[in-house]
Every structure is written in C-alpha cells, then in structure tokens.
C-alpha cells in the first residue's frame, strides 16, 4: 500500500515539475539586450506553449495537378470511391470488377505534384484477397491514367 501512495506522489511530482517548466519565461541572449527591458525577459504575448495550435500557415497551399486528379476520377470511375482528399492528392477506393473483367480490384492514388508527369502519379493496386497486382497491370493502369490526363491537358489549351 505504502508503494502505491509512494508512486502517487512520484507521479504528481514529475507532472507538477514538468508543468512548471513549460510556463517560465523566455530568456533574451545577451547579444540581444533590450535597454527598455532590463531583466530581458520576452514579453511577446502570442510567444506560449499554446502558439503551436495555432494555424500559422494560412498562406501554404498543396498543389496537385488537376489533370492527373480528374483522370484518375475518370479511368478508375468503375471503383466506387471511398475517400477523396484533394489537399493531399490522395483517392481511395473501394473494390470493384472493370468492365470485362472478372477480378475486383481496389485501388490507392497519390497525386502528390502539381508537375503534369509520371513520377507526380503513384497508383496502388490489390485484388479482393489483398495481394498486389501484377506490375503490367499496374503500369497499364497508370498510363491509361497519364494518356487520359495529356488528353485533357491538350483539351483544355483550345480555348
């Protein structure tokens, strides 16, 4: 019993120590000296432990390649869609049988560069009992998805 309340107070000790160390001020380096602040203690208010939640890049946008993402939409319309995130450039879907075909499949799609090229296009691909495709299959699926997006790129630069 005495182990139990020992380890109690053990345990509030290193909480209440490791709490107080996070609250202290921010010492200014001597080369920095403020004459106005003589004790040198940063008194900026938006400096906390708490500033790391704060959203501070409103201005970083991720760029996909929207020609590679509507493609891959396109191409892989047969697999009924699980999830999409086009700030990550991620598609995820569920299985389902190509047109012709007699295998489900399911696919992953990363398009992780706004860079109309190959290496901007990631595709994985599994069959029903969680083996990966051949990689013939794989790589016909991804030049299906490069040929459908060079035709939209060559599309969209008529008007």
Known sequence: MALKTMSKIVLALV??????ACGGPNVVPDAYTNPNNP?????????????????NTADTTIAVNKYLW???????????????DPFTGVIVTGY????????????T????????????????LQTRGGRAVSKATAR??????????????????RF
């Open 96 to 107: 389902g049988t190509p047109p012709g075909g007699g295998r489900a499949y399911r696919a």
């Open 70 to 84: 509507t493609a891959s939409l396109e191409v892989l319309s047969f697999l009924p869609v699980q999830s999409v």
């Open 39 to 55: 004790n040198n203690i940063e008194t900026d208010p938006n400096n906390t432990i708490w500033s790391i939640f704060r959203n």
């Open 140 to 157: 016909a699926v991804e030049d299906a998805i490069l040929s459908r997006a060079r035709e939209l790129r060559i599309a969209d630069n």
């Open 109 to 124: 799609v990363l398009v992780d560069d706004p860079a109309l090229d190959a290496r901007s296009l990631n595709v994985a």
């Open 15 to 20: 909480t209440v120590g490791g709490l107080a």
